[in-house]
């Protein structure tokens, strides 16, 4: 049983979605999303609130009643406050640059690693061991830092790498010569 998928979703001022035959677009003041929804949930907009049924009890109904809660509740989110994920680079000599639509990382490879920066997201470097991505849409936000993150994932000993800035890295004792 769903009791997210209950929950009533409440818009606020300044957004602006319209729901038809389960097709949903969502208008704020960051940007347009749009998305498809299976059939066997029913949106029905009321005023500023959007609440969401099943269409039956079957076992997939019961599954995605919240994920698409979840989703539509996270459209209206990122419109109105971008979404970010916030990457430290640890590690001597490793450092970020931009040139232009790309991300350019130097993480101790014989190459630099780049990226290619989708056109819905933006992203800053304060420093060049720090990196911020935001965007819209929670799901391109958290695909592209997770990309980066996989080019170098933070090692255990000396804690070198690519990690989420709230993201503990447990360090290992290195080898003990008696």
């Known amino acids: 049983m769903s009791r ?3 929950k009533v979703i409440q818009i606020p001022a300044g957004v602006e979605v319209t729901a038809t035959d389960n097709y949903v677009v969502v208008k704020g003041p960051h940007g347009t999303l749009e998305k498809q929804f299976s059939d066997l949930i029913t949106i029905n907009q009321e005023e500023q609130q959007i609440a969401l049924k099943r269409a039956n009890e079957s076992e997939f109904a019961k599954k995605i009643h919240g994920t698409t809660r979840a989703l539509l ?3 209206i989110t990122g419109v109105t ?3 970010s994920r916030r990457l430290e680079i640890t590690g001597v000599g490793y450092r970020a640059l931009l040139e232009g639509k790309k991300l350019v990382l130097a993480l101790g490879y014989s190459h630099p690693v780049e990226f290619e920066i989708p056109d819905n997201i933006t992203v800053t470097l304060p420093k060049n061991t720090s990196i911020i991505i935001e965007g819209i849409d929670k799901q391109v936000v958290g695909e592209f830092a997770a990309k980066i993150r996989a080019t170098r994932k ?4 000396k804690g070198k790498g690519i990690r989420y800035s709230d993201e ?3 360090r290992k004792e290195g080898k ?3």
């Open 176 to 178: 003990v010569v008696s």
């Open 154 to 157: 933070p090692e255990p000993y």
């Open 4 to 6: 997210i998928g209950y």
């Open 81 to 83: 406050e971008k979404f």
């Open 168 to 170: 503990v890295i447990r």
């Open 73 to 75: 509740a996270n459209m």
